[in-house]
């Protein structure tokens, strides 16, 4: 008897990825696939299924010592049902996902959206190590996030936990994609910096930053941070603006859930250097003094493999009876 | 042997309250002494254990038959250590509270902040009976919180989760009593709408407001909802306006916490017909569609004796190994 065989089943809108790993989070194989939603939750769940069966033979694991499958799905989960649904896949409604790849793969299987996922991954293998409370954030197109108490996933009631990105931070404020107003997300996201740098760049008549706004009046952050790192006033400021609210959002998050530590994943980890600092420093300005102990606000330590390993880690974390 | 009997102590900084009831929270004998704590802790903490033992005889229970003293304490309770600590009792700071009592009284101690007493007390007796996962949250001199999910109090790393009145609802918004701006408690806090009260009267020149204002330049919260039931516009949009900013900060904490159902306490119990329509209205209207379900936002059904209930509701979920 060698380490347990672990799968990990990574579902988004856009690709489905299958992995073979072990419980300390290292990936043996890795599949993937596109999602191909249109084509309706039946050829999505075969494909998933098929992919999953390929990495377990190409990992030499038979059926019987697959330990357990993780699944982290890109979409709410029921933690009373266990149905799947996502606003990304057409049709993807109530889907029993878990008991479906069980009953094809004969393995238990672990299943939670990614944001928990991802919060059990950075306790697991990242940030959050040898921590037994922390909160993980997404800072991407949209802002979730997942808790992590007392080394067990916080779901709520309805596994609808952790939604950090819609909490108002300006009553009647900046108007947000989920069309309410003020949320953090509508401050602090990437579509929301992108366009408020556009808009900063044409009410400053900024020469450098004006061409880089695109067909969809945005400029895209990747460009706005290599200018904010050759020296570009307003970039530094739109980033600084954006890292100020998330510091405020994430010290609301500090002040209901009280977590050791804070880790944020996507943009804080591509631009760590021009956001953190300013983030940790509003946050503790907004918590500190309230509440003891400084907790630090750090970039995620998962890396471009956080989907993997956010299956993985569900998978591990039901082998070992936590989470 | 008949139904056990519990004991409860509310530690307050105006006065200590000792009861003896049972498991349901019924209260059997009960009685209360200032607290005094200018004169120290260590008699404080004799004058507790005094009045528990008071109560006890006159419950007519032996120390033997005690099975749990529950303890709500009115101030914060590292969870990792048991200490209490107290901003309104001089010197009380670190006190092992617990451990004392409990050599004293050769009974199990069940301590927790008022906070989640609170919240215990409703989930068992209150409107959360028959529910897993509620907030409770006080709304007078400060806003407070508590949390149950899946029937266990959610206390954080440092016993600090619920801080629900300091979540910034408007950034750089209102000026706080802690110092910082836009804090729900800066909106929606007994001393907060009794202040705004007052600005309002004397902006609007208000002849029957003006001469409610006090020696503070407040308006009293009663008689401000006196004037609103008797349809004053401006006492009714003042509290409507409050009751509003309640609304953002209550959906706050679901969005972040997803429960079945937020109590509040205090004025929304003795001014509930003039608030909890309009913190629904607002609540929804920011967690609604985002979110599944609708969470009831109501008053909390404990009346008066909740520093009691708050008291015996942790001897009775230590008991039967809940909460």
Known sequence: ?????????????????AVAGTPDGRIIRKAVVPTRGEEGPERVVSRIIDLLRLVRESAQVSAASVAVLGVSHGGPVDPRTGLCSSPNIPGWRDIDLGSLLGDALSSPVA?????????????????????????YMTMGTGIGGGIVSDGRVFRGAFGMAGEIGHVTIVRDGRECSCGRRGCLQAYASGPAIEAIAAERAAADHDTELLPLVDSVGRIPCEKLCELARQGNANARAVLQEAAAAMGTGVANLIK????????????AVRAGDLLLDRINEVAYAEYGGLMPERRPIV???????????????????HLEGSA
Do not use: Q, W
Not at 9 to 16: A, P, V, Y
Not at 299 to 317: F, I, K, N, P, T
């Open 256 to 267: 209901v859930v009280d977590p050791e530590l804070v880790a944020i994943g996507t943009l």
């Open 111 to 135: 299943l939670d959206n990614d944001a928990n996922a991802g919060a059990v991954a950075e306790f697991l293998y990242g940030a959050g190590r040898g921590l037994r409370h922390i909160c």
């Open 299 to 317: 970039a995620s330590e998962l890396g471009d493999d956080v989907g993997d390993l956010a299956a993985l880690a569900l998978a591990a974390a």
């Open 1 to 17: 008897m060698g380490e347990p065989v672990l799968l990990g089943l990574d579902l988004g809108g856009t690709k489905i990825s």
